[in-house]
């Protein structure tokens, strides 16, 4: 069974938007998916996430204005397993019938085996950390469809990208990365909008940040995730929450965020 329409939203919810070369980008609700765009064939994509419960709808509408009504997904790939990054998917494999890549260590969380931890509403601040005890953390199981990503840091279908193992926020974290353009799909190993904070995410207030604070297992690990992501100098950083920053080396940024965090923990 999937969860309920959640009636947290924002402003640019609906919203399609060129992230990067080839990257298309879709708000949906408070968190954004990406289409990458395979480069030889424009009808292929992968999708990166999976957006809101019942939001399966906007997704492959997006998909099918952007890369035409006979468009092709390969594939999808997962950050994590968040309510706010797979609720559609078990909507969406009932229409794309399309393998499913996550990294081993997030599997128990997209098989059925384990849940994530409670939510900590008192971990920071602001209206949605003290909702966010309500917000679903089940396993789900979509065991069929589900293999893990490629040992040697491959991207299945994106032969441009890798991917790069980013824990803290969840045990088996991913984000992927591009040296054309150095652009990093971050998930939420970094955001850039104050997530706990209900009148940043309505007005999608731009803002670098670390992953949500009531959702995130292990802030230490969560640092030196960021500054793994750092030393790869990327200059657009297109992520699951928040405006994508694009333009210049975000290095130095990423670095005294990773600090910050650090001295918290
Ligand atoms: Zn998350």
Redesign the pocket.
Known sequence: MSDPYMPLSSVRSGMGFEAAKGVHGLTVQIVNVYFVQNPSQPHEFVLIDAGMPKSAGMIIKEAKQRFGDNCTCKAIILT?G?F??IGAIEEILEQWKVPVYVHEKELPYVTGQEDYPPARPDSKSGLVAKLSPLFPRHSINISSHVHTLPEDGSVPFLEEWEWLFTPG??PGHVSLFRESGRVLLA??AVITVEQESLADVVIQKQELHG??AY?TMDTALTSESIQRIAKLEPEALLT?HGIPMTGRNYSKDLSALAERLSAIT
Do not use: L
Request: aromatic share 8%; charged share 15%; no cysteine.
């Open positions: 994590h968040h706010d990054h926020h969840t998930g939420d992953p949500p959702f699951g």
